[in-house]
């Protein structure tokens, strides 16, 4: 078993799924707050209250041996309308809970937006095809920066931008599921790249001691089968899903392979001079990444793609993930009947973060942050405050395991921080959903979780988690 001496074990979360006190202090709304929601999930508005739980949840992760805890700022709260005004209670809030994860030996792992953006900025601007989207979000990282100089190392840019994108032809993230023009959508891409270009050269001169980089969730596609035509369509599905992201931010360019892709569908990606210069120049110090499982895909021809059934669709099943990740032209996923099915819907394939953690060192020689990674679903908490989440820890070991032998096998993975730390609010499927190693005492009741104590339970993997961690990945039993 090889895991680095200083690897950085440690768990995730985010600002609008952990924090709740979504108006307190001055905080403005973000597009989290108002967004439709599925029918018996909560909203985000009071979440696991991190907000007023903080020193206790951080105080749980150190009794664990966290050696970091990636978390996100809410930009609303910091920024009540996004730009302009500055809440100095969101920035005290935030110096107070990196204070505590320092005082436990934690270090935080930042990232600057995850999904809320602010709703003021989202009604003055559309979205990021105008300019001054991104002018902002590079405005609020140079606030992050100056405020945040001593007390932040690792910073992260975006979380998924590139599922904002490739499943984004219906906006999910927003909430509205209106559906959105593909060339619209690529535009917004290129200029986030390059609005987080900017930041990266910012953050390296304002804080030279910090490392940056971005969370996608990247994963690795397998061939459905053993014909080439599907092989391809894995290298395409790479380039469109991964690369186009990663390979602008490293090497400040797209993948040649899209050019016939972006035809077919009407995508003309409007550069203007010296982006590319600039993403090429920025040089992010590491990758982080989400990966929760393969894809398995197989070639598709091209047809004019018809996504409208999902407006009024159900985001929760897994038949509409596949439907969004359709793309005519060079591929399709498919059942993959190697893995079997778990409760959250997900084939759960332990290989994949090996696979991917590989190809990324591979393609881009660079330190690698598991950012994301784990196994949602409902828990029980025992009359005696016990929560037995065997199914959790068996997830994880194996997962945990095939990252052990990448490393031997040469990938540069110096971090894993699964989700979620603590109990949060799923994107889709309220608290029921739950990922953490701490049980949070509530249900999917806006008005009960109110007023609710929240009470903080360890469950069995928490206990399993601390042992993996002191044991520095030796112990999986
Ligand atoms: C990731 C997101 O894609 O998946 C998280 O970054 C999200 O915000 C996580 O919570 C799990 O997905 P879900 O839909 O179960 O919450």
């Given at each position: ?15 609008a799924q952990v924090e709740g006190?979504y ?21 985000f508005h009071y979440a696991s209250d991190f907000y ?372 949060l609010v ?5 608290i ?46």
């Amino acid at each position: 078993m090889s895991f680095p001496k200083n690897f950085f074990w440690g768990g995730s979360s985010s600002s609008a799924q952990v924090e709740g006190g979504y108006d307190c202090d001055g905080k403005g709304l973000t597009i989290w707050d108002v967004r439709p929601l599925n029918p018996g999930c909560c909203s985000f508005h009071y979440a696991s209250d991190f907000y007023h739980h903080y020193k206790e949840d951080i105080a749980l992760m150190g009794e664990m041996g966290f050696k970091m805890f990636r978390f996100s700022i809410s930009w609303a709260r910091i920024l009540p309308n996004g730009e302009g005004e500055l809440n100095q209670a969101g920035l005290d809030f935030y110096k107070n809970v990196f204070h505590e994860c320092h005082k436990h030996g934690i270090e935080p792992l930042v990232t600057i937006f995850h999904f809320d953006l602010p709703l003021a900025l989202q009604q003055k601007y559309g979205n990021w095809n105008d300019c001054r989207m991104g002018d902002a979000y590079v405005n609020y990282c140079r606030i992050l920066f100056e405020n945040f100089k001593d007390d932040v190392h690792y910073w992260l840019t975006y979380n998924e931008q590139n599922m904002l994108i490739y499943y984004g032809a219906v906006d999910m993230v927003g909430g509205t599921m209106k559906l959105q023009n593909m060339n619209d959508l690529y535009n917004q891409a290129h200029k986030q790249l390059v609005a987080q270009a900017k930041a990266i050269h910012l953050c390296h001169e304002l804080c030279p001691n910090a490392m940056i980089g971005p969370a996608p969730n990247i994963t690795t596609a397998y061939p459905a089968n053993n014909d080439p035509i599907n092989y391809l369509a894995a290298l395409n599905n790479d380039d469109l899903r991964n690369n186009f992201y990663l390979d602008a931010l490293v090497y400040g360019h797209y993948p040649a392979s899209l050019n016939h892709y972006f035809e077919q569908n009407g995508i003309h990606i409007d550069v203007q001079e010296g982006d590319f210069e600039c993403m090429r120049t920025c040089h992010p110090d590491f990758i982080g990444f989400n990966c929760y499982g393969n894809d398995t895909v197989e070639h598709c021809d091209y047809y004019p793609l018809d996504l409208s059934e999902l407006e009024h669709g159900d985001n929760r099943s897994m038949s509409y993930l596949q439907k969004l990740s359709e793309k005519p032209g060079i591929v399709k996923t498919v059942n993959n009947d190697k893995f079997l099915q778990g409760e959250d819907g997900h084939r759960f394939d332990p290989y994949c973060i090996r696979v991917t953690a590989r190809r990324l060192t591979d393609r881009y020689h660079l330190p690698l942050i598991i950012t994301e990674n784990g196994y949602g679903r409902p828990d029980t908490l025992e009359t005696d405050g016990t929560v037995h989440d065997s199914y959790r820890i068996e997830h994880l070991r194996e997962t945990i395991r095939q990252m052990s032998i990448g490393i031997d096998e040469g990938a540069m993975l110096i971090g894993y921080c699964p989700w979620s730390a603590i109990d949060l609010v799923s994107t889709r499927e309220g608290i029921s959903k739950r990922y953490g190693f701490i049980y949070v005492d509530r249900d999917e009741d806006d008005e009960k979780a109110k007023q609710a104590e929240m009470k903080r339970y360890r469950k069995d993997s928490f206990y399993w988690y601390k042992k993996v961690i002191a044991s520095n990945g030796n112990d999986l039993d």
